[in-house]
């Protein structure tokens, strides 16, 4: 099968590769594992198990979830890629990209911030610890839960461990920022 102008074998589900090559707009979300193919364009949300792969001519603008990433077309917007993320020629990634594996092969062009380390394999769930917390926001862990002792963080405490949502996180640094 050709991919990316290249033979490669994808990851197998179920002997399927669903391949969407129309524009499309919204969200998608698979819950089970599927090999992803985009090789048109896709605005909006998608949230999927497996192998994604987005093509050579593909334009991508969205918030992308996934567990392994293969990206050779342009992108515009958020990656959380739980396993790895593959960069290819000639791919321009502009935004933010959280990973605890990437690699960007010659002729892939990044514009914007790289998120890597420990614990950013949970980076697509929505709950966090203050350990996470504080690598999200590239503060102090000290700092994060003194925020959160004194109620200027949205966190609640679990069996002595704060406990944050991740969309609360993001609503309190955008009014940080707008403050």
């Known amino acids: 099968m050709s991919v990316l102008g290249r033979k490669r074998n994808l990851p197998e589900s179920n002997g399927k590769?669903?391949?969407?090559?129309?524009?499309?707009?919204?969200?998608?979300?698979?819950?089970?594992p599927v090999a992803l193919r985009i090789s048109g364009g896709f605005s909006g949300t998608l949230q999927t198990r497996?192998?994604?792969?987005?093509?050579?001519?593909?334009?991508?603008?969205?918030?992308?979830?996934?567990?392994?990433?293969?990206?050779?077309?342009?992108v515009r917007g958020k990656i959380i890629a739980k396993q790895s993320l593959k960069l290819v020629a000639p791919a321009r990634l502009q935004g933010e990209i959280w990973t605890p594996s990437l690699e960007i092969q010659p002729?892939?062009?990044?514009?914007?911030?790289?998120?890597?380390?420990?614990?950013?394999?949970?980076?697509?769930?929505?709950?966090?610890?203050a350990q996470e917390v504080?690598?999200?926001?590239?503060?102090?862990?000290?700092?994060?839960?003194?925020?959160a002792q004194d109620g200027k963080i949205p966190a609640v405490q679990?069996?002595?461990?704060?406990?944050?949502?991740?969309?609360?996180?993001?609503?309190?640094?955008?009014?940080?920022?707008s403050s």
Request: no cysteine.
């Open 134 to 147: 504080s690598e999200y926001l590239e503060v102090d862990l000290r700092l994060v839960e003194g925020w």
């Open 17 to 32: 590769v669903l391949d969407v090559t129309a524009n499309m707009q919204g969200s998608l979300i698979f819950e089970e």
């Open 50 to 74: 497996g192998d994604l792969t987005i093509g050579e001519g593909a334009r991508v603008e969205a918030e992308i979830t996934g567990e392994m990433i293969t990206v050779a077309g342009q």
């Open 107 to 129: 002729g892939a062009r990044v514009d914007g911030e790289v998120h890597m380390g420990a614990g950013l394999q949970q980076s697509g769930k929505s709950q966090m610890s």
């Open 158 to 177: 679990r069996g002595g461990q704060w406990r944050f949502e991740k969309n609360k996180i993001d609503e309190w640094v955008a009014a940080q920022k």
